[in-house]
């Protein structure tokens, strides 16, 4: 049964390579920075090829992996994160996780590249609760009847010693808007890196002697999704399946330039079925479609 879910056709497009896990009733891909997730993210500031590759994605999705329609899109990412992005094969999954996604059972991990070094956070961990604003595309901290509940938890996993920067895990219970970009800027008081949106000053020397930031690149990768799953059989129908996606390598170039140790789970991505890593799934038929990695020594 596993055999059946694996790429319809080889030479799979540029898209298609994105995908990291599929099973009966969802693909999962690794999102890459620049791609804009739904038409409707369009704006006049974006070029009319930037909302078609979406719909290539769509299109290549289907035809490597032989669905009948084309995938639908469960949630979004901002244009500029990268990591899981999760399509349903058919319409009554589309509904299914779309409910839990609504209903907040999905949880999501992030991992921010921040500008701040560990003097920077008086504590280890902490709970935002911030509401947020919006007017004319832009988002902001506010308190008036208009404003929305924002909920981010966030963890210092690293920072180095060599530039103020740091390495935070964020999970995300509500999904606004370039919540945790704002959040992070405004709350915390450490933008993301890369993102001048919200930032309110420039990167400092020692950031800039570490690495030369690209336009448009900001470090927000979402690193893991985990996701209500359902066996036919046995006595423990429910589990919890994660599905990690790899860091990207300017990421990571950017961790090990600044001396920012990164656990293998999140460099790698991979499944895990109540917290414990798996190959494969195989009561969804579900498999892992990235390379295995090099052996560490």
């Not at 992005?85 to 009554?92: D, F, H, Q, V, W």
């Not at 999954?93 to 409910?99: I, L, M, N």
């Not at 921040?114 to 280890?124: A, K, L, M, N």
């Not at 893991?224 to 599905?243: A, D, E, W």
Request: aromatic letters at 8%; one cysteine or more; proline letters at 6%.
């Amino acid at each position: 049964m596993l055999q059946a879910l694996k790429p319809a056709r080889t030479g799979a497009s540029y898209w298609a390579r994105n995908v990291v896990y599929t099973d009966r009733s969802i693909i999962v891909l690794n999102k890459p920075a620049g791609l804009i997730c739904q038409g409707s993210e369009a704006s006049s500031e974006n070029k009319p090829r930037d909302v078609d590759k979406f719909n290539d994605l769509l299109r290549d999705v289907k035809d490597t992996f032989a669905l009948e329609s084309l995938p639908y899109p469960v949630h979004r990412l901002d244009k500029a994160t990268t990591g899981t992005l999760l399509l349903a094969r058919n319409s009554p999954a589309a509904r299914q996780f779309s409910q839990q996604f609504q209903s907040r059972v999905v949880e999501k991990t992030y991992l921010a590249l921040v500008r701040g070094g560990e003097q920077s956070f008086p504590t280890r961990s902490g709970e935002i609760r911030d509401a947020l604003e919006f007017s004319d595309g832009r988002v902001s901290i506010g308190e008036s009847c208009a404003a929305k509940f924002a909920a981010t938890d966030w963890e210092l996993v690293a920072s180095s010693s060599i530039a103020p920067l740091s390495l935070l895990r964020l999970t995300l219970h509500t999904g606004l808007k370039h919540q945790l970009r704002i959040h992070l800027a405004h709350s915390l008081h450490a933008p993301i890196l890369g993102d001048n949106l919200y930032a309110r000053s420039s990167i400092s020397e020692k950031i800039a002697r570490i690495t030369r930031l690209p336009e448009k690149r900001i470090f927000l990768h979402a690193a893991q999704l985990t996701l209500s799953r359902y066996r036919k059989t046995g006595p423990h129908k429910h589990f919890r399946l994660t599905i990690g996606a790899p860091i990207p390598k300017d990421f990571l170039t950017i961790c090990r330039d600044a001396g920012i140790s990164l656990d293998h789970t999140y460099v790698d991505g991979g499944l895990f079925i109540d917290g414990q890593h798996v190959d494969d799934v195989p009561d969804l038929e579900g498999r892992w479609l990235r390379k295995p990695p090099v052996p560490r020594s």
